[in-house]
């Protein structure tokens, strides 16, 4: 089946502590995202990446962390969480990084910082 | 830089009643257009996206939405709701680089 999945699916953490948030597509897409969903804020884009080794900023790349060394995954780092960063994230990717390319979304992580 | 903005964070309807969530964008270009669904406690599923080959589009789950330029709409329609359709929806238009802007959402509430 093809299919963006995220993992953990849920983490509580605490200030400071360094975690990674994991995605992988199996589709074959050569561009992937990362978003977060704020209540009232919709969506917003972190980070994304158009191809293996190539990645760029979002509109809120503060705070965050992203590598792609393989075509199918791309893992969110935080390195130094603070609680401005619970949210609910996304991956998401497409088959090329076109204005017209429908992204496909992970099923989200949850993510608390206390 | 472009924009979307959504009327109504909260939409009520009856089942069997039109549903319809408004979606206003803001683009000096011609824009690709989106709606998204997501259902409780899951990701985002594409609804129906518009790519300029025509003004009325139809995607899954029986909805529609129309491309009115000269209004900067996007609004999505259902002429019957169902309760099925309890989600929050969100219009998206796609700007360089593929990076979807998102509006802040709309949650449907149907009622029986």
């Known amino acids: 089946e093809a299919q963006v999945t995220q993992n953990p699916r849920y983490l509580i953490t605490v200030t400071g502590k360094k975690l990674t948030v994991t995605c992988s597509q199996n589709?074959?897409?050569?561009?992937m995202s990362w978003y977060r969903q704020d209540p009232g804020l919709g969506l917003r884009q972190i980070y994304y990446?158009?191809?293996?080794?190539?990645?760029d900023k979002g509109d809120v790349p503060e705070g965050y962390k992203v590598s792609r060394k393989e075509k199918r995954n791309f893992p969110l780092i935080l390195e130094s969480p603070s609680p401005n960063q619970t949210s609910l994230y996304f991956c998401?990717?497409?088959?090329?990084?076109?204005?017209?390319?429908?992204?496909?979304f992970g099923p989200g992580t949850r993510l608390t910082v206390l | 830089a472009q924009s979307v903005t959504q009327l109504g964070s909260h939409v009520s309807v009856s089942e069997g009643a039109l549903v319809l969530l408004r979606c206003n964008y803001s683009?000096?270009?011609?824009?690709?257009l989106f709606w998204y669904v997501q259902y409780p406690n899951q990701g985002l599923q594409l609804l129906l996206k518009?790519?300029?080959?025509?003004?009325l589009v139809k995607g899954i789950n029986g909805f529609e939405a129309e491309f009115k330029k000269s209004e900067t709409s996007f609004h999505l329609t259902k002429p019957s709701a169902h309760m099925s359709d309890a989600a929050e929806y969100f219009c998206?238009?796609?700007?360089?680089?593929?990076?979807?802007?998102f509006g802040a959402g709309t949650i449907l509430r149907v009622k029986s």
């Open positions: 998401a990717s497409s088959l090329l990084a076109g204005v017209q390319d429908t992204q496909y």
């Open positions: 518009y790519t300029s080959a025509a003004t």
């Open positions: 589709m074959n897409h050569e561009y």
């Open positions: 683009s000096s270009v011609p824009p690709y």
């Open positions: 998206a238009v796609s700007q360089y680089g593929n990076k979807l802007v």
């Open positions: 990446s158009m191809n293996v080794e190539v990645t």
